[in-house]
């Protein structure tokens, strides 16, 4: 089973600062992994998958990067909107696994 | 528009059984694989099953393998998972989720199904 590591597990900023999530594999996943945003009482919704394509209607400001073992979401500038949990998912090999989170929140 | 609406959910005994449903519609069903995800209260996403659109390979996770069934129904567009020998560790929302415009990455999700076990 490939485990899914993020951190940190907890974010603190600001509007309009820059956001840097990671999520590691255990083992390669090449590039398929994806990241998801998830607020209080809702589904998740995909943000990017293939680690770098945003998924559609998905905002500018959110960018991935990463392959093999590696991966970074990263949101530019911070709008209020997107303090939110944010989980990876790998859909390399079965089972599917996700990362543990890392919740970002208002500072 | 792809809609996704689980139902089944509800309080059950350790031991007991239950079945969810997840009713599809806006996009073909039956060419599409489905997944099971689920949320345990305050916890992250935990991928539980997956079956592909005939039905013929289905996936599990090893926590719920050899207790846990997922099926479809394609001329219903309805997806399934009998869930049996159910223990505490196995309260959480159950999600359906679906991938119809991003590959096979799950871009539609229902609205969840709250399962309970507990005496």
């Known amino acids: 089973e490939i485990v899914l590591t993020q951190s940190p597990a907890t974010l603190s900023l600001s509007p309009g600062e820059r956001a840097t999530l990671s999520c590691r594999a255990s083992?390669?996943?090449?590039?398929?992994l994806a990241w998801y945003q998830q607020k209080p009482g809702q589904a998740p919704r995909l943000l990017i998958y293939d680690a770098s394509s945003r998924a559609t209607g998905i905002p500018a400001r959110f960018s991935g990067s990463g392959s093999g073992t590696d991966f970074t979401l990263t949101i530019s500038s911070l709008e209020p909107e997107d303090f939110a949990v944010y989980y990876c998912q790998q859909r390399s090999s079965w089972p599917r696994t996700f990362g543990q989170g890392t919740r970002l929140q208002i500072k | 528009e792809v809609q996704l609406v689980e139902s089944g959910g509800s309080l059950v005994q350790p031991g007991g059984s239950l079945r969810l449903s997840c009713a599809a519609s806006?996009?073909?069903?039956?060419?599409?694989?489905m997944s099971w995800v689920r949320q345990a209260p305050g916890k992250g996403l935990e991928w539980v099953s997956s079956?592909?659109?005939?039905?013929?390979?289905?996936y599990y996770a090893d926590s719920v393998k050899g207790r846990f069934t997922i099926s479809r129904d394609n001329s219903k567009s309805t997806l399934y998972l009998q869930m049996s020998s159910l223990r505490a560790e196995d309260t959480a929302v159950y999600y359906c989720?679906?991938?119809?415009?991003?590959?096979?990455?799950?871009?539609?999700w229902g609205q969840g199904t709250l399962v309970t076990v507990s005496s």
């Open positions: 079956i592909s659109g005939s039905g013929g390979s289905t």
């Open positions: 083992q390669s996943v090449s590039s398929y």
């Open positions: 989720a679906v991938g119809v415009s991003h590959g096979k990455y799950r871009d539609n």
């Open positions: 806006g996009f073909t069903f039956s060419t599409y694989s």
